[in-house]
Nanobody, 123 residues
């Protein structure tokens, strides 16, 4: 069992930066791949970034590639999403999720989810 709690969301001006954190608890955290998803009003949930359990492989949605960075610190049981050059289109509720070993871009393949944190980008 894994419990996930996101934090770090808030209001930021376009072009600015924000760092999201996902604190995990439960057994064998280091064996879980982690993903970040987001859902904007009126839109479906979409994949943002993923990282393998070892941290050796990462993946990003085309819309955030080059601007967002996912990382993990297994000693702290924490996964991060560094968001730079934020755009209005990045406004959404951001969720972290966990599944065994390798990340997936499909939300239904994840076993555990956090409660989400709101990110609002203003002009």
């Amino acid at each position: 069992q894994v419990q996930l709690v996101e934090s770090g969301g808030g209001l930021v001006q376009a072009g600015g930066s924000l760092r999201l954190s996902c604190a995990a608890s439960g057994r064998t955290f280091s064996s879980y791949a982690m993903g970040w998803f987001r859902q904007a009003p009126g839109k479906e949930r979409e994949f943002v970034a993923g990282i393998r359990w070892s941290g050796g492989r990462t993946g990003y949605a085309d819309s955030v590639k080059g601007r967002f960075t996912i990382s993990r610190d297994n000693a702290k049981n924490t996964v991060y999403l560094q968001m730079n050059s934020l755009k209005l289109e990045d406004t959404a509720v951001y969720y972290c999720a966990a599944r065994a070993y390798d990340y997936s871009t499909i939300g239904e393949e994840y076993d555990y989810w956090g409660q989400g944190t709101q990110v609002t980008v203003s002009s």
